[in-house]
């Protein structure tokens, strides 16, 4: 293979060397006469920084973010100014830590051609700076100023900020404790503008979230020591919370901690929640962490990443004006600050280092936000906060106190005051409702199978499955009261326990009605039809009134839940933002379930001695006064409130409506159930049952008395008229015409009246159907049924006549049909 021969470096001096220098020459001449347009055309786009670089204690922050500005002027020009044919430039000033200093400043960098500012480090300069620079045609954007007051444009119309502001910074605070499952916190902040405007935003967000703050405690750190640390901690300590939430600087906490730690505050059972300033939980959102560390790793000024939110102030600046010179007509207006639009107008979104940097129209950053982790010295981010909807999505697994994942409770379980749906407590009381439900589910079921029986029958299957219905309802309602209630829960617990009394009583009420009304009544049952929807529309309204006064409470004042808390014990209860309203419609609702409950006992009170088959009517009374008896026992604990007994009185209350549910099933489902057992067993057992009544009864005979011509005796029903509560009965009519004496006994308790034949005012009655009125001699006036017409003209012409009428040929007994 033959070699390649080297090639031989020019001499200086030769022709070759000469004739690259001078093409070289011509080229940079050609290049710098095409770039002479250009740049005398450019607009400068003069930016000032106020910033206290030279501060003992901001100097260094100030620094790394002035550090971050100037690292990235080459890249504003390159990729937003210079391809519009503009020039960004920027102006450092330093401020000193002196607000008179930043406002004599600003005018300065007016002066100076400046269109916009970057700066101040902290809220209280850049609210004056601010001002001054509007005032002076200036924008001014601040990477770390947090303060809610400049979110306000009436009176800050030039300031923006890619910096959240302390309203979503609390916000996002109260959102990520509430997505921890904590409920009570407490509060120790710095008496700082910046702590105490960040600690009103949480304390806001929180209320809303059903989050107690337990206390705030307030440190003056600007005195050395700082004074009220011995008192605020104690009140933490005896507060009763686990979780304490420290808004303030970081070296406010640096300060403090060693006497945290000495009052017992840091161990196990302790979480410590920290905001932006002290760079432990809450940051602005960082979708492009290895982004800024390349860049820090570039730059080695920039000290933290918080400084790369001044680099995004000045990108949105340049940004902002270089979109309004293009629009301009005269760009003199918007470089000597007459052009001025409002921040809204003015920025545009862009994907910066910080991640997608968005405004509002109050020019506040719109960000997520990072919880992150510090614990063995190391930070680590855990959750991300979504502000769109507030979710908070797990990272990674923090690591508390103890070492573990394991989320402490925000207070001892000792002195929680409600049941949480993780406890064993919880599963018992849930595993006994749901078993007495289930219970009383399958026994309506076994009903139906048997409802050919006459106590079936008799109650009715529909009032079996209504009370069936009701009684689950009041057991669902009861597991609405295990946990943190919602707002959903409050309204749902109101709403089943009043269809649930609806469904138990009314259909009750409305058998026993039947029953006063008719029961008895052989010439009524015999001609009863059955019942039409117009007869039932009322009992229907009556059911319904109940629901819909609660329905109406929720539309004009809905429940909602309400934390209770004392240092040694937290609940909840549910109740209305309107007390008025709330106690209006609580009254009323127990007002209605009295007066249905009322005339439940007084018609049981009135049928109690008739005989049916179910006997219902008897222990329909058992339920009631069971119930009136429960509703004395749980009155006390509903009216009244005591906090440090939340928890009792919740084991109280669902004892006792696990008892009345169970009685209720006792004395219907079960009753039933065992008296058709026994029904049957002595049905088709060796004795079979006596006959419900004599065949008189069933006939509605008068029958010869024997050795006694004139005297009969017969089973009717009877009703006194204008007795109170008065209802149809069976009673023995003894028609003793020799005698002289007419008697009517009730027939299941022998009590009655025997008056004088010559007292008795017999009449047809005009109010009752084939009925003979009996005036008897204390005034009191009985009606009897007749079994027909026939046989009433008989009876009404004996006691008319005082004769009874001649016995058949062949008997000794008279047979009046």
């Known amino acids: 293979m033959a070699a390649r021969r080297a090639l031989r470096p020019a001499v200086a001096g030769s022709p070759l060397r000469l004739v690259t220098a001078a093409l070289v020459t011509l080229w940079t001449l050609l290049a710098a006469i095409a770039t002479l347009p250009h740049l005398a055309t450019a607009d400068e786009i003069k930016l000032a920084g106020i910033l206290p670089v030279s501060s003992p204690d901001d100097g260094p922050a100030a620094s790394a973010a002035v550090a971050a500005i100037k690292a990235s002027i080459d890249e504003v020009n390159q990729s937003v100014a210079g391809p519009a044919g503009h020039k960004v430039s920027f102006t450092l000033y330093d401020s000193q830590w002196s607000i008179s200093k930043s ?78 499952k904590w409920r009570s916190v407490a ?153 001025v639009v409002p921040v809204n107008k003015f920025l545009a979104p862009f994907d910066g280092l910080s991640g997608p940097v968005k405004f509002n129209d109050a020019g506040d950053r719109l960000a997520d936000f990072t919880a992150f982790n510090i614990f063995d010295g190391k930070e680590s981010p855990v959750f991300r906060i979504a502000r769109d909807g507030w979710t908070v999505t797990r990272v990674n697994d923090p ?69 069936t219905i009701g009684l689950v309802a009041i057991l669902g309602a009861t597991a609405t009261w295990i946990d943190v209630p919602t707002r959903i829960s409050c309204q749902v617990n109101a709403f089943l326990l009043a269809v649930g009394f609806q469904l138990v009583f009314v259909p009750l009420l409305r058998k026993l009605y039947l029953f006063w009304t008719r029961f008895e009544n052989n010439y009524l049952l015999r001609n009863h039809k059955r019942r039409t929807i117009v007869e039932e529309l009322p009992w229907v309204l009556l059911a319904i009134v109940h629901p819909l006064v609660v329905l109406g409470w929720d539309m004009l004042s809905p429940l909602e839940p309400k934390l209770i808390a004392t240092p040694s014990a937290i609940s909840y209860q549910c109740q209305s933002p309107n007390g008025t309203v709330q106690a209006l419609f609580r009254w009323i609702s127990l007002g209605w379930c009295a007066v249905e409950l009322a005339s439940v006992l007084f018609l049981a009170m009135s049928v109690r ?134 008697g009517l006994i009730r027939s299941t308790d022998s009590s009655g009246q025997v008056t004088a034949l010559k007292h008795i005012h017999a009449s047809r009655s005009t109010r009752f159907p084939l009925c003979i009125e009996l005036g008897m001699a204390d005034k009191a006036v009985a009606a009897v049924q007749m079994k027909s017409e026939e046989q009433l003209e008989q009876v009404l012409n004996m006691l008319l006549s005082r004769h009874a009428p001649p016995a058949p040929a062949g008997t000794n007994r008279v047979y009046i049909a």
Not at 702 to 712: I, P, R
């Open 103 to 180: 406002v004599n400043l600003a005018f300065t960098a007016a002066n100076d051609g400046a269109v916009g500012v970057i700066g101040e480090l902290n809220s209280g300069p850049s609210k004056v700076m601010a001002l001054t620079a509007q005032n002076l045609g200036m924008y001014t954007c601040s990477g770390s100023a947090s303060a809610v007051e400049l979110s306000d444009k009436t009176s800050y119309s030039q300031f923006f900020r890619t910096f959240p502001s302390d309203n979503m910074m609390g916000e996002a605070l109260a959102q990520f404790v509430a997505a921890m």
């Open 609 to 742: 001695r008739l005989q049916t088959a179910s006997k219902i009517h008897r222990y329909t009374l058992h339920l009631v006064q069971n119930t009136i008896f429960s509703c004395i026992v749980l009155a006390p604990l509903t009216i009244l409130s005591w906090p440090t007994f939340a928890l009792g009185t919740y084991y109280i209350e669902t004892a006792v409506v696990l008892y009345a549910c169970g009685f209720a099933w006792g004395c219907l489902h079960l009753r039933i159930y065992n008296m058709t057992k026994r029904q049957n067993r002595a049905r088709f057992g060796s004795n079979p049952p006596s006959p419900k009544m004599s065949s008189a009864v069933e006939s509605q005979l008068l029958l010869q008395v024997t050795g006694k011509a004139s005297s009969l005796v017969g089973e009717f029903p009877v009703k006194w008229v204008g007795r109170f509560a008065s209802t149809w009965e069976k009673h023995r009519l003894v028609l003793a015409l020799g005698e002289g004496y007419v």
């Open 399 to 467: 690591k508390f106190f103890d070492g573990s994942s394991k989320t402490p409770d925000d207070r001892p379980s000792s002195i929680l005051g409600y049941l949480r749906y993780s406890s064993i407590g919880a599963w018992i009381v849930l595993g006994v409702t749901g078993l007495l439900a289930l219970v009383i589910i399958v026994s309506m079921f076994i009903l139906i199978t048997m409802h050919k029986e006459e106590a079936v029958q008799e109650l009715g299957l529909p009032t079996l499955a209504y009370v």
């Open 187 to 339: 509060v120790l902040a710095s008496n700082t503008d910046y702590a105490r405007s960040l600690s009103s935003a949480f304390s806001n967000t929180a209320e809303e979230l059903l989050v107690d703050v337990a206390t705030v405690q307030t440190i003056q750190f600007s005195s050395d020591p700082p004074t009220g640390t011995n008192v605020s901690l104690k009140a933490i300590a005896e507060v009763g919370v686990r979780v304490v939430v420290f808004l303030g600087e970081a070296y406010e906490w640096v300060t403090i901690a060693p006497q945290i730690r000495e009052a017992g505050l840091f161990g196990p059972e302790w979480v410590w929640v920290g905001g932006d300033a002290t760079s432990s939980m809450l940051r602005v959102l960082n979708d492009k962490k290895a982004g800024q560390d390349a860049f820090v790793a570039k730059n080695s000024a920039v000290k933290e990443h918080y400084a790369m939110l001044y680099r995004e102030c000045l990108m949105a600046m340049a940004r902002g004006f270089v979109q309004q010179l293009n629009s301009a007509k005269n760009k003199d207006d918007v470089l000597k600050r007459r052009n």
